[in-house]
Structure formats: structure tokens, C-alpha cells
């Protein structure tokens, strides 16, 4: 069982920048390709972005590539989300995820969650 708990969500105002970390629990965790994801109030969960288990693979959603940079630390076991130039539609709680699937953008490709940071933009 792999536990993940996010950390580093807060409030900003626009134009801030916001680090992200999600640290996982077991050893097995670099084998894992991970993913961020949030949820808005209202909206369903979207995918933000991806990296695959060596770390040499990244994806981003189209709305956050550019500002936004997902990496990973295998001697931390941990994934960081560098968030830059934020605007108040990237209010959301950020949530990460492990899968065994790589890549993926889709929810089911990820088979554990840890239980989502709040990271607020004010305009």
C-alpha cells in the first residue's frame, strides 16, 4: 500500500508562485509514474500534470503548461509541483497520485491518493 501525502498549498495572490509536494510511504515508490491533479468547487477532477518513473517523461495540461513544473526526488520519495504566475482559476485542491499505467491523464490510470492540498489565488 503506498500512502501519499500532499503538502505546501496555501494563499497567494495572483502572479505568486506556490511549491507542491507529494511524499509517498513506500520504498517501491520510484517505480511509480505519478500524477497532479485538482478539483475546483463544482468542477470535476482535471488532470495538471505527470512524470513518468525515471523522471525523463513529463506531461502538462494545456492550461498550466509553461507555469507550471512537476519533478521528482527518488532519494525523497517525493514529486513537486513548481507553480508559477498563478491566477485565480488555478483555485482548486491539488491532489497526487501513483499508478502503474506511466503517464496517463485519465483518473482510473492511477491507483493511489493522497487526500489533496487547498492552494487559494486571490485576483
Known amino acids: 500500500q503506498v500512502q501519499l501525502v500532499e503538502s505546501g498549498g496555501g494563499s497567494v495572490q495572483a502572479g505568486g508562485s506556490l511549491r507542491l509536494r507529494c511524499a509517498g510511504s513506500?520504498?517501491?515508490?520510484?517505480?511509480?509514474?505519478m500524477g497532479w491533479f485538482r478539483q475546483a468547487p463544482g468542477k470535476e477532477r482535471e488532470f495538471v500534470a505527470a512524470?513518468?518513473?525515471?523522471?525523463?517523461?513529463?506531461d502538462y495540461a494545456d492550461s498550466v503548461k509553461g507555469r507550471f513544473t512537476i519533478s521528482r526526488d527518488t532519494a525523497e520519495n517525493a514529486i513537486y509541483l513548481q507553480m508559477n504566475t498563478l491566477k485565480p482559476e488555478d483555485t482548486a485542491v491539488y491532489y497526487c497520485?501513483?499508478?502503474?499505467?506511466?503517464?496517463?491523464?485519465?483518473?482510473?490510470?492511477?491507483?493511489?491518493w493522497g487526500q489533496g492540498t487547498q492552494v487559494t489565488v486571490a485576483s
Open positions: 497520485a501513483a499508478g502503474t499505467r506511466g503517464t496517463t491523464r485519465t483518473n482510473n490510470g492511477y491507483d493511489y
Open positions: 513506500l520504498r517501491t515508490f520510484a517505480s511509480f509514474a
Open positions: 512524470i513518468s518513473w525515471s523522471g525523463g517523461s513529463t
